[in-house]
């Protein structure tokens, strides 16, 4: 059974830093294409960030330059590093896996962590 | 990078059809056929429902179907049932990067 378990979130000052981690049980971050989608509170999905084979990323025009995705293949763990945290950066993030071989869709998705960037 | 356009809510009586519209643009939709389609309830990860604009993940409902027409996507249920009441996003490959749709909630009068 795929599991993927992040931790992580919680309240951080504007301009502060915070790591989240997704803990994949079931599945290789390291052949898998992995990603990071996050929802504001009350708002819809906005995808972020994904880590595809070889390491190649992508990021979000809103998060690029400020956040990055990263993975720990002996800890099988994916991470978000979040620098100069916004406001507008609050959201539950949710990591998921892409499934390349037949749905091209994102099938396993992790509870989601609380990120909460206030002063 | 601008999200895709969808119908802020859209209900229907149970045993109708509705549908579902996801317009975006030269740059995602109207580019590649990976469209795809997620149900959340509140409180909870979403779910996939729809794969490369037409396909169903094994165990979804046959009442989940999914076109595409240039730059608009559209899914539609039929049969509506109590439990189809949730909020769908749609999503697009966009070369490298993805985006996803604002949001439709959907309501079973």
């Known amino acids: 059974e795929v599991q993927l378990v992040e931790s992580g979130g919680g309240l951080i000052q504007p301009g502060g830093s915070l790591r989240l981690s997704c803990a994949a049980s079931?599945?290789?971050?390291?052949?898998?294409?992995m990603s990071w989608i996050r929802q504001a509170p009350g708002k819809g999905l906005e995808w972020v960030s994904i880590?595809?084979?070889?390491?190649?990323?992508f990021y979000a025009d809103s998060v690029r330059g400020r956040f990055t995705i990263s993975r720990d293949d002996s800890k099988n763990i994916l991470y978000l590093q979040m620098n100069t945290l916004r406001a507008e950066d609050t959201a539950v993030y949710y990591c998921?896996?892409?499934?390349?071989?037949?749905?091209?869709?994102?099938?396993?998705w992790g509870q989601g962590t609380l990120v909460t960037v206030s002063s | 990078q601008s999200a895709l356009t969808q119908p802020a809510s859209v209900s229907g009586s149970p045993g109708q059809s509705i549908s579902i519209s996801c317009t975006g643009t030269?740059?995602?939709?109207?580019?590649?056929?990976?469209v795809s389609w997620y149900q959340q309830y509140p409180g909870k990860a979403p779910k996939l429902v729809i794969y490369?604009?037409?396909e169903r993940p094994s165990g979804v409902s046959n009442r989940f179907s999914g076109s595409k027409s240039d730059n608009t996507a559209s899914l539609t249920i039929s049969g509506l049932q109590a439990e189809d009441e949730a909020d769908y996003y749609c999503?697009?490959?966009?070369?490298?990067?993805?985006?996803f749709g604002l949001g439709t909630k959907v309501t079973v009068l």
């Open positions: 998921a896996r892409l499934e390349v071989a037949t749905t091209m869709g994102f099938d396993y």
């Open positions: 079931g599945l290789a971050v390291s052949n898998n294409y």
């Open positions: 030269s740059s995602d939709v109207a580019s590649y056929n990976l």
């Open positions: 999503c697009s490959y966009a070369g490298g990067h993805y985006v």
């Open positions: 490369e604009v037409s």
């Open positions: 880590m595809y084979a070889g390491e190649n990323t």
